[in-house]
């Protein structure tokens, strides 16, 4: 397993900082209290420093004043926590203490369940879309198996929205700024008692736009640019004094562009250039966040979000009923080789309709016992349609010269045309849950979890075939293909190989039997069907030393369900014989304390924790395939720590720092150098997980500059740091030794004026103020097209905002 100098030294560095930090805060004596932290994470409001979990929760003013504009920015506070954008920030992906999603493909459900309001989202295309008018974030980090809608291995990220209220202390605001790249923002919020006392109404939106921070080289428009436009209602209505119902409906809307990756061509030839398998050598002379691009294009995506939250209130108990209804879908034109030529350019089409109904008793008993219990429903149907348009440009002759083995790929790939993938997958899930809570004395209670899950996963329709470059059909591979050969085609021999070269007349008579193996049709596969029913949950104690200090140990299970193969494939498949990735699961330790210290002034959470990771789900690609596989098995292991303090009365601090060790104890993937070779595997066992940094920590600072009478002049400076990671399973095995981001820092900041009554603000902010070049994903891409793929993060933005109070 490799570890860098840099993250041991990293290690060390923050370690000695955030010890120093605390030691320091701790000499600072009658300094100001913290402000608690509600949050609802499980089922109850109630102090993050009262719960036996690791949680994360931010206000919205913290939100506000941290610049946290979209879903991305989350991770830069949380411990063990990294989100990336590499499908813009309306499509995030999050990664907690090691548990990751690195498949693509839209099918597939994320290990970090996504909530609004309690609704959970399933396509990870809806996650940033109802990022407005937040009133509160909460990050849940380990399996969730017991009270959440979706069983989820890594962990579950809770957005809630603002309810009007009827104190009249509800929010009302308008927040405008402007910013380079041409970004504009305009977001506001207003509430109002329609019926006083009885029924009162909100309305929120945002509109944000920007021309892209990625510059395609010759064409007009650029790339990672974002034109969202999404508005909320929400209606409180108090029924009587037993029953209330809150109903709130998101629509949002993005058609920005997608942000093209950049092609690193790995496939040396003769002259000393590295080319991808068109010639293509990207030039020296191109910026990080420069690309030539001919065929990057939109990112479209449409999310209609409506939630209805009943509750009956007794004396001691609640029943709630939460409905949800979500229709998303999403379209993205990538130029995924990265380059001027038509190598390899692919079209994401999905669909989406889901809704779900979870309902619950919440016990408020006097006694020792209290209880939560519920039933919950989940359905899913999602319709994929995938175009890979691939060497619309004729492969380089140097290729063979480099790799004589691509010689009998040569005649199929001067006419590939396109790949059209076709699939409907259907998801079904009930759940019967139950967490009870023992307060055996003040001090010492046991929570026990249990949770009955089936999920049954159907695919009624598939369909893989081929057209040519101009969307003619050819023929088609699933359903039709007689060969039982699981590619694209029959590699030829040399001399059959040369022999078409010389005579490309004898082209279709050679491939017929070994191209697009069957006739064309647009009927589907075999209907598949797989159904899995697990107990997962857990069991926790805590003990409180003081009303300052709380320990806590717990044991729990978590399970993220199949999914079916989203990947491209050639031959009808079975089950058991790779068109489904077979559940994963986890099953975690985990021991901790919170502490409220020096009166309330600093407070500090910490955990250290196991997991016993098994089936891990993720993506491997081979070859112009990608296939949802199943690792053995791995292994977790990991610390953290979490410190606020209000220092003085004009500085506040916010620390927070993880370390992780990774590992694949069990996993054996295709030798990608080695194609010919489909029995040739490789055993990784030993490497580290995808995405998974051994260092990563966050710093935060608000400090009051000036106070007046009418206002003060106050700053935010906020760090967050990864450390070195992979983002392939192969590490720095069999050619995969780049596909890799070293340690980077990102500082962002915002000098604000605040007037004193909470009116009107106008703020400066910046992100990544120094600029830092890094990478949010890779890809190797080498077996058939010969390069490298890379999506760079944001460079340096910043700008101004206005924001003004009601």
Do not use: C
């Not at 920005?256 to 002379?285: A, C, H, V």
């Not at 023929?475 to 030829?492: A, K, S, Y």
């Not at 003990?543 to 079916?564: D, I, Q």
């Amino acid at each position: 397993m490799r570890t860098a100098p840099t993250g041991r030294r990293s290690l060390l560095t923050l370690s000695a900082l955030f010890i120093s930090s605390a030691s320091f805060i701790s000499s600072v004596s009658a300094a100001p209290v913290l402000e608690e932290v509600l949050v609802t994470a499980q089922k109850r409001s109630e102090s993050t420093q009262d719960i036996p979990v690791a949680v994360t929760g931010l206000s919205g003013d913290s939100l506000d004043k941290l610049g946290f504009d979209s879903a991305v920015d989350i991770g830069a506070q949380v411990p063990n926590m990294q989100v990336s954008g590499a499908y813009g920030e309306v499509q995030p992906i999050f990664s907690i203490r090691g548990v990751s999603m690195s498949d693509y493909s839209s099918n597939q459900a994320s290990p970090i369940g996504v909530y609004v309001d309690e609704a959970y989202l399933g396509p990870t295309y809806s996650h940033g879309a109802s990022f407005f008018d937040v009133e509160r974030l909460e990050v849940l980090r380990g399996p969730q198996g017991t009270l959440y809608g979706k069983n989820t291995t890594g962990g579950a990220i809770n957005i809630i929205t603002r309810t009007p209220r009827f104190d009249g202390e509800g929010s009302r605001y308008l927040k405008a700024g402007a910013g380079n790249f041409g970004a504009t923002t305009l977001e506001a919020g207003a509430e109002a008692e329609l019926i006083p006392g009885t029924l009162a109404a909100r309305l929120s939106g945002k509109i944000k736009q920007d021309d892209g921070w990625m510059e395609i080289k010759g064409q007009s428009e650029d790339g990672a640019a974002t034109d969202f436009r999404g508005g909320r209602l929400a209606l409180n209505w108090l029924i009587n004094d037993r029953w209330d119902a809150v109903f709130k409906y998101t629509v949002s809307k993005n058609d920005g562009t997608s942000t093209p990756p950049k092609g690193e061509g790995r496939t040396p030839t003769p002259d000393g250039n590295d080319i991808d398998y068109t010639g293509y050598s990207r030039p020296k002379s191109l910026g990080f966040h420069e690309v030539e691009s001919n065929a990057s294009g939109d990112l479209n995506t449409r999310t209609d979000l409506s939630v209805l939250t009943i509750n009956y209130n007794a004396d001691n108990y609640t029943l709630t009923s939460v409905s949800s209804y979500l229709d998303a879908d999403y379209y993205q034109e990538q130029d995924t080789d990265g380059g001027p030529k038509g190598l390899l350019e692919i079209l994401w089409a999905s669909d989406s309709q889901s809704y779900s109904q979870d309902l619950r008793f919440t016990s408020a008993f006097d006694g020792m016992f209290n209880i939560i219990a519920g039933l919950y429903y989940g359905f899913e149907d999602l319709a994929m349609h995938n175009t890979y348009l691939i060497f619309s440009d004729f492969p380089d002759p140097r290729v063979v010269l480099a790799k004589p083995d691509t010689l009998g790929d040569a005649p199929y790939l001067i006419d590939v045309g396109q790949v059209v993938h076709r699939m409907d997958v259907e998801k079904e899930s009930a759940a019967a849950y139950t967490q009870m809570r023992f307060d055996f004395t003040a001090n010492f209670g046991m929570d026990i979890g249990l949770r009955y899950t089936r999920d049954t996963n159907t695919m009624p329709y598939l369909n893989l075939s081929r057209y040519t470059d101009d969307g003619e059909p050819v023929g088609t591979w699933v359903p039709g293909n007689p060969t039982g050969v699981d590619n694209g085609w029959i590699r030829l021999d040399s001399n059959s190989a040369l022999a078409i070269l010389s005579n490309p007349a004898t082209l279709s008579a050679a491939t017929a039997g070994g191209y697009t193996h069957g006739p064309f049709t647009t009927a589907s596969a075999p209907e598949l069907e797989s159904t899995e029913k697990e107990w997962t949950g857990k069991i926790g104690v805590d003990y409180r030393f003081s009303e300052e200090w709380m320990a806590y140990a717990s044991y729990s299970k978590g399970y993220r369900a199949g999914s079916f193969n989203g990947g491209v494939y050639y031959v009808s498949r079975t089950i058991d014989g790779g068109a489904y990735a077979a559940p994963e699961y986890i099953d975690a330790y985990e021991v901790g304390f919170k502490a409220d210290l020096l009166d309330n002034s600093m407070r500090l959470n910490a955990a250290a924790f196991y997991y016993d990771y098994t089936d891990q789900q993720f993506i491997n690609v081979v070859g112009i395939s990608n296939f949802l596989e199943n690792a053995g098995a791995s292994s977790i292991k990991g610390v953290e720590a979490e410190l606020w303090a209000r220092a003085t009365e004009r500085l506040t601090l916010q620390m927070a720092v993880g370390f992780l060790e990774t590992e694949f104890s069990e996993l054996s993937l295709a030798n990608t150098e080695t194609l010919d070779d489909p029995d040739d595997q490789v055993d990784l066992s030993g490497n580290e997980l995808i995405s998974a940094p051994a260092v990563n920590a966050s710093v935060s600072a608000d400090y009051d500059i000036l106070l007046t009478d009418s206002g003060y002049l106050s700053v935010n400076a906020n760090a967050s740091y990864q450390g070195d990671q992979w983002f392939s399973a192969y590490n720095d095995r069999n050619g995969y030794g780049e596909i890799r981001q070293d340690a980077y820092w990102l500082i962002n900041g915002r000098l604000g004026w605040y007037a004193n009554d909470g009116s009107y603000s106008v703020s400066l902010w910046g992100k990544n103020l120094t600029d830092e070049e890094y990478h949010v994903y890779a890809l190797n891409l080498q077996a058939n097209f010969g390069f490298d793929e890379y999506i760079a993060g944001p460079p340096r933005t910043y700008g101004v905002e206005v924001s003004y109070n009601f």
